[in-house]
């Protein structure tokens, strides 16, 4: 039975005068004391989560309601101390996200936000934040260098633009460039390559898997060459939108020189960019991943794999193939068709897939984040597929080959090979020569 109101408030009156109270044989004060006494929680100031929902995208921060479904899932804090509502109660008591390392370690894998109950959304919150330090001049080291190199070069490896087509001449098979076409066009596919597909070594072992892929399946395909600039959407994401839109208007000004049919992309960043973001640019065109090109090509392909691969291989999801943009079975499906390949799943996959660590600027902040969290989140998951006994993990994002490889490496874990889809279905192919 509650005690009557006017029995309540002498109590309450004599709590405030005394440190200890004694109410029916039972001593009540500690309690009462803290119920009444002005606690830490209201220690806080709304001005600096004001400051990050004042800006366009920024809004969302301030509708967290502390549930933590978030933390859960969010895979910087599997390796740290880090997620959407830890950003949201670390602003309330006075962290000034702008000026905070916080900032730079969302890859916007977008995993909280498929869970927020709440949908605060990381995804438009952490580049409007970056967009404003990146005009302030704060931003890490290494970050602004892959910005330096994006805007001089045109692609974040700081290489030659005129040699963005000059891995195609190991390719042992044609690989025409657009402008050279010389009536032969128009090209069914214009395939872009991407700038990891161009100039990594590793990226550049993927592309002539697929050059060769596509020479196969008499694919009338053409590159663009010197001619193509990276997509630019990481460095939106990581806050340079001022280059995302130099980039996307060139790329566009490009894409509409040409006669064409379907716009394929190596990369998952790249089909997020011309799907999601050039499209509000006005370029609307069929895009599609290879994965979902090849995989709609499988009649014609399965016959061409000849070659058993006898292994047990794990697939990583590519958060903005997966996640961003609902492909997962595509890259299952193409493993699937490999003659020998068991395909075994790791806990955390499709929609609970986890990031290797590349996105939103991650690729570029590797020193960054290693220095504010346990582990890199490209080692975590090499664990993961070792746990699962994987011999391989097949990827599908030019991002990922040489970060899993470096990550097999630090972790003790050479005998897990990284390979990309495209390299199986190669090798596959190829009677295993390659
Ligand atoms: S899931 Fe959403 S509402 Fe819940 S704590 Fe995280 S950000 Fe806040
Ligand atoms: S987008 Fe990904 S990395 Fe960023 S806070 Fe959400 S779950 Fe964590």
């Known amino acids: 039975m509650p005690r009557p109101l006017e029995e309540q408030k002498v109590i309450q009156s004599a709590v405030k005068e005394k440190d200890e109270l004694i109410v029916d044989g039972m001593d009540i004060s ?11 929680i209201f220690d806080y100031s ?3 989560l004001e400051k990050v929902a004042a800006l366009d995208g920024g809004e969302s921060l301030g509708w967290c309601y502390g549930c933590a479904k978030c933390t859960g899932v969010c895979p910087i804090d599997i390796v740290g101390d880090y997620s959407p509502r830890k950003i949201h109660r670390r602003t309330q008591t006075g962290v000034d996200l702008f000026t905070s390392e916080d900032l730079w370690l969302c890859t916007t894998c977008m995993n909280c936000l498929r869970v927020c109950p709440k949908e605060v959304d990381m995804i438009q919150i952490m580049p409007a934040v970056r967009e404003r330090a990146v005009l302030d001049g704060s931003v890490p080291d290494e970050l602004q260098k892959a910005f330096e190199d994006t805007a001089k070069f045109g692609n974040p490896l700081g290489q030659p633009q005129r040699k963005r087509a000059a891995w195609a001449k190991n390719a042992e098979v044609p690989v025409p460039i657009m402008a050279c076409l010389n009536g032969d066009g128009p090209a069914d596919v214009l395939w872009y390559v991407g700038s990891y597909p161009s100039y990594h070594p590793r990226g550049i072992d993927a592309s002539l898997a697929a050059a060769r892929i596509f020479n196969a399946l008499g694919v009338n395909f053409a590159i663009l060459g010197k001619e193509e600039k990276d997509d630019g959407d990481t460095q939106r994401l990581a806050g340079e939108t001022g280059l995302f839109e130099m980039l996307a208007e060139h790329n566009i000004e490009v894409f509409n020189k040409y006669e064409w049919g379907t ?7 790249e089909y997020n960019a011309f799907n999601n973001e050039y499209s509000k640019l006005g370029f609307e065109r069929p895009v599609l991943h290879y994965t979902q090109f090849l995989a709609e090509r499988l009649h014609d392909l399965k016959p061409l794999l000849k070659e058993s691969v006898e292994a047990r291989v794990t697939f990583h999801d590519p958060c903005y193939l997966g996640r961003h943009n609902g492909e997962y079975d595509a890259p299952r499906e193409l493993l699937r068709a490999i003659p020998g390949l068991e395909l075994v799943e790791m806990g955390r996959c499709r929609e609970n897939g986890y990031c290797c660590g590349g996105g939103g600027g991650g690729m570029w902040l590797d020193s960054f984040t290693q220095d504010h969290t346990r582990m890199r989140l490209s080692e975590r998951r090499v664990r993961e597929a070792v746990e699962y ?10 991002f990922e080959v040489s970060r899993f490889e470096d990550a097999a490496k630090s972790t003790g874990n050479d005998q897990l090979k990284v390979l990309d889809i495209l390299e199986l279905l190669d090798h596959s192919m190829q009677g295993g020569k390659r």
């Open 30 to 40: 500690g309690h009462w004391n803290r119920m009444f006494g002005q606690r830490v």
């Open 46 to 48: 709304v001005e600096y």
């Open 263 to 269: 716009l394929v992309v190596t990369g998952p960043h």
């Open 389 to 398: 006994e994987a011999d391989i993990l097949a990827v599908c994002c030019p």
